[in-house]
Nanobody, 124 residues
């Protein structure tokens, strides 16, 4: 079992920044992939960014150049730095974990554990 706890969501004006954190605990494999999905009201869950245990990353086209994913393996924590936020970034952001290595993308079906989510609201 792996537990994921997100923090850092909130309300921000368009053009602003937020930093999300996801702390993982439990039976964490040394080779793994973690990341963030988001789900806006009435929409399907979509991949935002992933980072594997070797540091390789992948991003959705909609956030490239604005969001940066990083991780601290000593703390089993993943971060999502979100800059130049837009109203369309408003969503619940869910941290995710897979006990396998994935390069560049991570399907919903390949996620082993999900966090409960943190709400990000971007006002115009």
């Amino acid at each position: 079992q792996v537990q994921l706890v997100e923090s850092g969501g909130g309300l921000v004006q368009a053009g602003g920044s937020l930093r999300l954190s996801c702390a993982a605990s439990g039976s964490i494999f040394s080779i793994n992939t973690m990341g963030w999905y988001r789900q806006a009201p009435g929409k399907q869950r979509e991949l935002v960014a992933i980072i594997a245990s070797d540091g390789s990353t992948g991003y959705a086209d909609s956030v490239k150049g604005r969001f940066t994913i990083s991780r601290d393996n000593t703390k089993n924590t993943v971060y999502l730095q979100m800059n130049s936020l837009k109203p369309e970034d408003t969503a619940v952001y869910h941290c995710c974990y897979s006990g396998r290595y994935y390069f560049g993308s991570l399907s919903v079906n390949d996620v082993d554990y999900w966090g409960k989510g943190t709400l990000v609201t971007v006002s115009s």
